[in-house]
Antibody
Framework: QVQLQESGPGLVKPSETLSLTCTVS????????WNWIRQPPGKGLEWIGY???????NYNPSLRSRVTIAVDTSKNQFSLKLSSVTAADTAVYYC??????????????WGKGTTVTVSS | EIVLTQSPGTLSLSPGERATLSCRAS???????LTWFQQKPGQAPRLLIY???SRATGIPDRFSGSGSGTDFTLTISRLEPEDFAVYYC??????????FGQGTRLEVK
């Protein structure tokens, strides 16, 4: 079955750019929406944005000015860049698959998550 | 922008009891895009219910979802020890895309 694995630095300095990659294994990156979702310590889930395999994107308005999500279909990967980070961006970052099944649309596969701490 | 409000924030119950969790949308939403997740400490969320009322593969039938319009409910008919966790509702729409409720923590009384 499809598995997702996040990778990237666990520590980022304030004002720098957070960069993460999600590798999709066991299936194709085609025909789905690929999401980044984060969870600050002790808090709830926050959707960051998604990219369709064709490259179209949709971002959370509260983060739009700082977020870029890209896809590399040749590597079955998609990535997140979040610029000008502050301590408030410290969180567990999840990648997740969102797809349409008959008339339904839902997130059905999640990565295990990776912790990113913003600190000098 | 749709806001999902979950209640209660924390629900304290005993194994064997019935749990009723609420998710209210700030405006009417399409129920086929309403999803429920369960999250345990240190784990990624797990899909429970999609389309407001359809159980995901492998989810026990003690979990059920209902509702339409602005009011949705997740019911766990008889709580098992492994059901104590945090539950999130989530909606997919055109703007801003994906929205989560703030979560309901289901704890052992």
């Amino acid at each position: 079955q499809v598995q997702l694995q996040e990778s990237g630095p666990g520590l980022v300095k304030p004002s720098e750019t957070l960069s993460l990659t999600c590798t999709v294994s066991g299936g194709s990156i085609s025909s789905y929406y690929w999401n980044w979702i984060r969870q600050p310590p002790g808090k709830g889930l926050e959707w960051i944005g998604y990219i369709f395999y064709s490259g179209s994107t949709n971002y959370n308005p509260s983060l739009r000015s700082r977020v870029t999500i890209a896809v590399d279909t040749s590597k079955n990967q998609f990535s997140l860049k979040l610029s000008s980070v502050t301590a408030a961006d410290t969180a567990v970052y999840y990648c997740a698959r969102f797809g349409g099944y008959y008339k339904y649309y839902y997130i059905d596969v999640w990565g295990k998550g990776t912790t990113v701490t913003v600190s000098s | 922008e749709i806001v999902l409000t979950q209640s209660p924030g924390t629900l304290s119950l005993s194994p064997g009891e019935r749990a009723t969790l609420s998710c209210r949308a700030s405006q009417s939403v399409t129920s086929i895009y309403l999803t429920w997740f369960q999250q345990k400490p240190g784990q990624a969320p797990r899909l429970l219910i999609y389309g407001a009322s359809s159980r995901a593969t492998g989810i026990p039938d003690r979990f059920s979802g209902s509702g339409s319009g602005t009011d949705f409910t997740l019911t766990i008919s008889r709580l098992e020890p492994e059901d104590f966790a945090v539950y999130y509702c989530q909606h997919y729409g055109s703007s801003p895309g994906i929205t989560f409720g703030q979560g309901t923590r289901l704890e052992v009384k």
